[in-house]
Each structure stands twice: as C-alpha cells, then as structure tokens.
T-cell receptor, first 115, second 109 residues
C-alpha cells in the first residue's frame, strides 16, 4: 500500500517564477491538505481539498492556489515566488467521514528553495 | 486565534533517560490531539487522542490528554539515540489541524 507521495523532492526557483508541486494521497484517502514548514517551525496550514474543491484555507495569500483531481491527487501552485516562500511543503491525506475524528498521514515533502 | 504551544522547544538527554514533552492548546471546536515524530522530512504519526485521561501506549512511548486543562503530554522512557527527532503536537478542529512549533529532542549516547 503506497503512502502519500509527493513530487518533486527538491526544487530551486528564482524570485518571481511560478511553481507547481504534486501530491498523491494514501490509498483510500479522499482529502488532501497542504502545509508550509519553514526551518525550525511547525507546519502551517495552507488549504485543504475535498471533492475537488477548496474547503478550508489558512492565512496564505492568493498567490497560493491548488487543485484536486478526480483521482484525489492534488497540486499546489505558487505564483510570483518570494524568498520567504522557501520552505518544506508537506502534503497530508486523510479520509473525510462526516465530521468524524480521523488520522492524517504526511508525504515526504518537497523542499523549495527560492533564490 | 487558535494556537498550540509546546515545551520545551529543545531538549538534550542521555540514552536511558525518561523525557516528558508538553503540549497545550487553545482551539475552537477541538476534536482531537495528535502527536507526530519528524526526523528528516515527513512527520510520522504517533498517537491520536480524543478522550481525557485515557493513556495511549506504543512501546516506550505513551501519551495522555487532559481536555479540561487543555494539554497533552508525550512520555518517552529509556530513550535511545533513534528517538532524536522533532516531536510535533497538532490540535484538530473540524477537518483541520493547527500545529505547535515542535520540541527538538536530542538523545546522546
């Protein structure tokens, strides 16, 4: 059973560029959440996708956008990159069952460096 | 504003020591408290706690939640160098999670 997978593992971009990160959820999971983890900090919630729609959003600007596909995989897009966007981007998947309590599993992350 | 606080932020112990990591939370519509271990990249799931006073155990690790006082602790007994990692605490509300900054544990041989 494949867990959560993310691609690419590392990425180097220049300020002002755009980037797309990809995530495939754990088998049987239908909800994908994205987090940004800066060095020395805990993960910060970006947004969550379920049924191909953004359901919740954290305190991130509109430069951060996403998408979920019918197979539950997801993309995170960041436009007009800033140096401060350099971080580990984590994808987490879970199974949404009404409002039931549930576990969330993380992918290995994508390390984004903006120069 | 929803927040999770962890203490200490950093801890250095020797193999065989017992450690207690603390997590306090202020979250609207709290549902559960989760602990993760992060060694290099992906945080790996340790425990999910939903009820007060019920200890969860996995080997040398155990955790308990106090929903009245809004905190949780993670205990690690007989620590090993392989326990060196960042331990993250997260409080869930609805379908979302807010994470604490983590406790960086270093276990020296």
């Amino acid at each position: 059973d494949a867990g959560v997978t993310q691609s690419p593992t590392h990425l180097i971009k220049t300020r002002g560029q755009q980037v797309t990160l990809r995530c495939s959820p754990k088998s049987g999971h239908d909800t994908v959440s994205w987090y940004q983890q800066a060095l020395g900090q805990g993960p910060q919630f970006i947004f969550q996708y379920y049924e191909e729609e953004e359901r919740q959003r954290g305190n991130f600007p509109d430069r951060f956008s996403g998408h979920q596909f019918p197979n539950y995989s997801s993309e995170l897009n960041v436009n007009a990159l800033l140096l401060g966007d350099s971080a580990l981007y984590l994808c987490a998947s879970s199974f949404r069952l009404g409002q039931a309590k549930y576990e969330q599993y993380f992918g290995p992350g994508t390390r984004l460096t903006v120069t | 504003e929803d927040k999770v606080v962890q203490s200490p932020l950093s801890l250095v112990v020797h193999e065989g020591d017992t450690v207690t990591l603390n997590c306090s939370y202020e979250v609207t519509n709290f549902r559960s408290l989760l602990w993760y271990k992060q060694e290099k990249k992906a945080p790996t799931f340790l425990f999910m706690l939903t009820s007060s006073g019920i200890e969860k155990k996995s080997g040398r690790l155990s955790s308990i939640l106090d929903k009245k006082e809004l905190f949780s602790i993670l205990n690690i007994t007989a620590t090993q160098t392989g326990d060196s990692a960042i331990y993250l605490c997260a409080a869930s509300y609805g379908q979302n999670f807010v994470f604490g900054p983590g406790t960086r544990l270093s276990v020296l041989p």
